[in-house]
């Protein structure tokens, strides 16, 4: 997906422990990267360091110092997160070592594509050397992305070569293009987070997507903790609103540094849901030792974070070195990841770069491993095309989605979604149930089928019923749980002719029930038998028991009298409507007269029992007819004068 994008350029070094790579930042930049005590007394870089400095043009280039060691390789992977292109440095007096093969395989499966080679310490070998050393790199990178890459000679000690590389990432800073999108939700995965005093929680990283500004609320994922940024910096500015692809400062509010730690990404708030299982397509790497089993424990790398992980294969029991597959990565406590990151990971011990690839799937739906059907939805993620994606997941839920929901498994803004949806309808392969919720269109197709086959089976069992209840529908529609995707889906339907609906019964355009011959004849001793029965109703059993030669016939006529309003169900007794409006008409004259009723003064007026009166003042009750307070009723327009007291 497209999207505009700020002219931010971050660079990534990578190489062999002790190959010049942080003198060689010193040396464009001015900056030494290695700020930690432990650094300065080593002579090496653990951690992550950063650097920035301006080209000739004014556009500001960040670069990001990783440690080449393999004891470090973890902080090398955060580091290698969201870098636009790679500075490869490889020691002259050396050549390509163990570290230097690794950190390629690493940019390789995080899908950096871009970068220069520079050989460093070139004031320490002669030039047939040199020319030996540059001969056998070029021959050990063949295959890679760099394997064409432009190639430089420096000396971080005397200077020369590096007015060659300035101009060489002057070139590059204007080929690349940044592949962050500004249009997607703000992503900046935490590389650093540390206490400054006098502002309180600093965190920096590097952008992935989206903009943010200084006030904004925030969220930490996979944290679910709210916060507020303060202030921010950008390549050591102080600036209002931040980018993808820039390199940022955040100092946030109300947020203890104990809570914050590599792997937490501060987010838009509600794009990122946790997750401890992931469906991705891995490739192991040729030169892994050993195929990877079924259920294997890896070290997992995404963003800047480090996980312990089972991976289960979708397809076999074991993965050979060189092959791919889609694997379900079951992590060890929650993380916060999207769809389409890329992630490596590394055996449990020892500890080696071992394969990687990208997420297809970060909130998998419960599957049986091994299903055709689940296999083919990932074969289609895995295109990374957003709109597949859209319409795969519109399959996978078959009661819809709502564009607030598709975003977030996407992890698109609200507006690109919704454009999305409006082009798969528009292509025949999405359904608009309203102006949120939409449908696959082989779900909608599926699910209008079953609805209807629901209807024709219901008519045919029950024919003088007016139709079937929308609760009733619901439990019976497959994959359909959620009323108000019911109501929409119900009201699509009646717009297309397809069905009726009258309150709460469905039913077919052509159905019509009709009580004639025998069916009229039960009716009619039905009405007759409770009108007679005035306010000693029989329940529904004794009614029933009339028609013991009839029982099932009997049952229907019933119900359908029921459903037709032409007599009352209250509790378990069977009312005439004349004997409710005769009701009505006694307790309106004696409330009129009296103020108020009790049940004791209606029993006695309709000369009853407790059983029948009861339940028939509260059905008033009910239908808003009275109001009763206390021990008495009164006619609820009369409600409001009970306030001062009165009851007229």
């Known amino acids: 997906m497209g999207g505009q994008t700020h002219g931010y350029f971050i660079i990534g070094t990578a190489g062999h422990v002790d190959h010049g790579k942080t003198e060689l930042i010193k040396r464009l930049t001015g900056i030494d990267t290695d700020r ?69 395989n690493i940019l390789q499966l995080l899908g950096v594509s871009d970068g220069i080679i520079v050989v460093t310490k070139k004031d320490l070998v002669d030039e047939e050397w040199l020319g030996l050393v540059c001969e056998d790199i070029r021959e050990r990178f063949k295959g890679t992305f760099l394997e064409n890459a432009p190639m430089v000679a420096v000396s971080s000690v005397t200077g020369e070569g590096f007015d060659e590389l300035l101009e060489l990432i002057c070139q590059k800073a204007k080929e690349v293009v940044p592949h962050k999108d500004v249009e997607r939700p703000f992503r900046l995965p935490v590389d650093r987070a540390f206490i400054k005093s006098g502002f309180g929680v600093i965190v920096t990283g590097t952008a992935f997507s989206g903009e943010v500004c200084v006030g904004q609320e925030v969220e930490i994922a996979p944290l679910e903790i709210r916060t507020r940024i303060r202030s921010m910096q950008v390549h050591g500015n102080s600036v209002e609103r931040a980018f993808a692809g820039q390199r940022v400062a955040m100092n946030l509010v109300g947020i203890e540094r104990e809570e914050i730690s590599r792997g937490c990404v501060v987010t838009e708030i509600g794009y990122m849901k946790p997750t401890n299982r992931i469906v991705a397509k891995l490739r192991l790497l040729e030169n892994a030792k050993k195929p990877l089993k079924d259920g294997a424990p890896v070290r997992l790398h995404i963003g800047t974070g480090e996980w312990i992980a089972r991976a289960f294969l979708l397809k076999g029991d074991e993965l050979e070195p060189g092959g791919e597959e889609f694997v379900e990565l079951r992590t060890n406590e929650k993380i916060a990841c999207v769809r389409y990151d890329r992630f490596v990971i590394r055996s449990y011990s020892p500890q080696e770069t071992i394969g990687g690839g990208i997420i297809v799937e970060p909130y998998p739906k419960r599957y049986r491993r091994h299903s055709p059907q689940y296999y083919e939805s990932c074969v289609r993620k895995g295109s990374a095309d957003y709109k597949e994606t859209a319409s795969v997941l519109l399959d996978e839920h078959r009661d819809g989605l709502k564009v607030s929901e598709l975003s977030v498994l996407l992890h698109l803004k609200q507006e690109h979604t919704a454009k999305l949806l409006e082009e798969l309808c528009e292509e025949g392969k999405a359904v608009k149930l309203s102006d949120v919720s939409f449908m696959s269109t082989k779900s909608y197709e599926a699910v209008s089928e079953e609805l209807l086959h629901l209807l024709r089976s219901y008519h045919s069992k029950h024919p003088l019923h007016i139709g079937i209840k929308k609760g009733t529908l619901l439990g019976q529609l497959e994959g359909i749980e959620n009323e108000a995707v019911l109501e929409m889906l119900l009201k699509r339907l009646e717009a297309e002719g397809k069905l009726v609906v009258e309150k709460e019964f469905v039913r077919l355009p052509e159905h019509s029930p009709m009580l004639t011959g025998r069916h009229l004849q039960i009716a009619n001793r039905m009405l007759k038998l409770c009108a007679n029965a005035g306010f000693a109703p029989p329940s529904t059993q004794e009614l029933l028991q009339q028609f013991s030669d009839e029982s099932e016939e009997a049952s229907e006529v019933l119900h359908a009298l029921v459903e037709g309003g032409q007599l009352l169900r209250i509790d378990e007794f069977i009312f005439h409507p004349q004997t409710i409006e005769e009701a009505k008409r006694i307790v309106r004259e004696h409330i009129s007269k009296n103020g108020k009723i009790t049940l004791a003064e209606f029993r006695d007026i309709t000369k009853t029992t407790r059983k029948y009166a009861l339940p028939l003042l509260e059905h008033l009750d009910k239908i808003g007819f009275t109001q009763r307070i206390g021990d008495y009723r009164i006619l609820r327009a009369h409600a409001s004068c009970i306030e001062d007291g009165s009851t007229r």
């Open 36 to 104: 930690l005590p432990e650094e300065k007394q080593r002579g090496m870089s653990i951690d992550i360091g950063f650097a920035y400095f301006n080209l000739p043009d004014g556009k500001r280039v960040g670069i990001i110092d990783v440690p080449g060691h393999e004891r470090f390789v973890h902080n090398m992977l955060a580091g290698a997160a969201g870098i636009d292109m790679v500075l490869m440095v490889v020691a002259a007096d050396e050549g390509v070592m163990a570290q230097t093969v690794e950190h390629m």
